[in-house]
């Protein structure tokens, strides 16, 4: 026998579908800001996680997301520049940078967006006269490092953008592939060799380096914690997000220096994401509490 509650889900609008493209991303909290956000409207759309093993996948995945009319995706590690050449068009802020964390499917062409750079500038604004002019510092060559290249470039005018790279030779040429005609100061360093970072007004941790369960070689900070590296004239960015209080925050705020979340990024670029899918403002209030019960509540024992 069929019952009321089953019924009634039967005859529901089917949903517009969203998700997130990554490999092994099932942490994100992604689905709990969106599906919040859509609950709180009151608007039909389910966002899920779609993990895909092998970049090999990538054309497969996205032929197949316009057959099935899923609605859109953010992209994240890593394959925000594997997407690129799969996808009918791109905004300006893509193609700047040549990678995309947010996909639109309008009537079967895919459109890649990439709003990382406008949610990594927001809450570093009301600082821009303090940064303009001053070094700033960026850990990491991943797609994310480079929304914040080009946030600093477009909003900020920093002295000098020195980025702490494992490679160096991928490094420079993947920035010179992506500003190829532009004056851009851009210092590549190691990432091991911290000699100019207390020079820098602003230091930016954009590797996964500090995320809760994912530590990599025992390392839970970019930065050696016990250096004395961080002073009170400086902001401490740091996009991990899951803890909230990073290790690299803890101490930063020990030495009073301003600090910045991952949260802020995390919902910068997801309101920005949710206007392009739906047509509506999200409820970031409601999101934020949302999110940061869900945070506080996982917390290890």
């Given at each position: 026998m069929i019952?009321?509650r089953?019924?009634?889900?039967?005859?529901?609008?089917?949903?517009?579908?969203?998700?997130?493209?990554?490999?092994a991303?099932?942490?994100?909290?992604?689905?709990?800001?969106?599906?919040s956000?859509?609950e709180?409207?009151?608007?039909?759309y389910?966002?899920?996680?779609f993990?895909i093993?092998?970049p090999?996948?990538?054309?497969?995945?996205?032929?197949?997301?316009k057959?099935?009319?899923?609605r859109?995706?953010?992209?994240?590690?890593?394959?925000?520049?594997?997407v690129?050449?799969y996808?009918?068009?791109?905004?300006?802020?893509?193609?700047?940078?040549?990678?995309?964390?947010t996909?639109?499917?309008?009537?079967?062409r895919?459109?890649?967006?990439?709003?990382?750079?406008?949610?990594?500038?927001?809450?570093l604004?009301?600082?821009?006269?303090?940064i303009?002019?001053?070094p700033?510092?960026?850990?990491?060559?991943?797609?994310?490092?480079l929304?914040?290249?080009?946030?600093?470039?477009?909003?900020?005018?920093?002295?000098?953008?020195?980025l702490?790279?494992r490679?160096?030779?991928?490094?420079?040429?993947?920035v010179?592939e992506?500003w190829?005609?532009?004056?851009?100061?851009?210092?590549?360093?190691r990432?091991?060799?911290?000699?100019?970072?207390?020079?820098?007004?602003?230091?930016?941790?954009?590797?996964?380096?500090g995320t809760?369960?994912?530590?990599?070689?025992?390392?839970?900070?970019?930065?050696?914690?016990?250096?004395e590296?961080?002073?009170?004239?400086?902001?401490?960015y740091?996009?991990?997000?899951n803890?909230?209080?990073?290790?690299?925050?803890?101490?930063?705020?020990?030495?009073?220096a301003?600090t910045?979340?991952?949260?802020?990024?995390?919902?910068?670029q997801?309101?920005?994401?949710?206007?392009?899918?739906?047509?509506?403002?999200?409820?970031?209030?409601?999101?934020?509490?949302?999110?940061?019960?869900?945070?506080?509540n996982?917390?290890?024992?």
């Open positions: 019952t009321e089953v019924r009634n889900h039967c005859m529901t609008k089917a949903k517009n579908i969203l998700g997130l493209i990554g490999r991303v099932d942490y994100s909290y992604s689905p709990l800001i969106h599906n956000a859509c709180v409207l009151g608007i039909p389910y966002y899920t996680v993990n093993a092998d090999l996948l990538i054309p497969d995945a996205l032929r197949g997301a057959a099935l009319g899923i859109g995706f953010n992209v994240t590690i890593p394959y925000k520049k594997e690129v050449p996808l009918d068009e791109l905004s300006q802020e893509a193609t700047s940078i040549q990678a995309v964390n996909i639109v499917n309008e009537h079967g895919l459109i890649g967006h990439n709003t990382d750079i406008a949610g990594f500038a927001s809450p604004l009301p600082f821009k006269e303090r303009s002019g001053t700033v510092c960026i850990f990491g060559g991943g797609g994310a490092a929304a914040a290249i080009e946030a600093f470039k477009l909003f900020f005018k920093p002295k000098e953008i020195v702490f790279v490679d160096l030779e991928k490094a420079r040429n993947i010179d992506t190829p005609d532009s004056a851009l100061p851009v210092t590549i360093v990432s091991d060799d911290f000699a100019k970072i207390r020079g820098c007004s602003v230091i930016v941790n954009a590797t996964p380096i809760r369960g994912r530590e990599l070689s025992g390392m839970t900070s970019i930065i050696p914690l016990d250096r590296l961080i002073h009170p004239d400086q902001i401490v740091d996009m991990v997000y803890p909230v209080d990073t290790p690299l925050l803890q101490t930063a705020e020990r030495a009073g301003k910045i979340s991952g949260i802020e990024m995390l919902i910068g997801a309101e920005r994401s949710f206007t392009l899918w739906t047509g509506m403002q999200m409820p970031v209030t409601a999101v934020r509490a949302a999110l940061l019960h869900e945070i506080h996982n917390k290890p024992a």
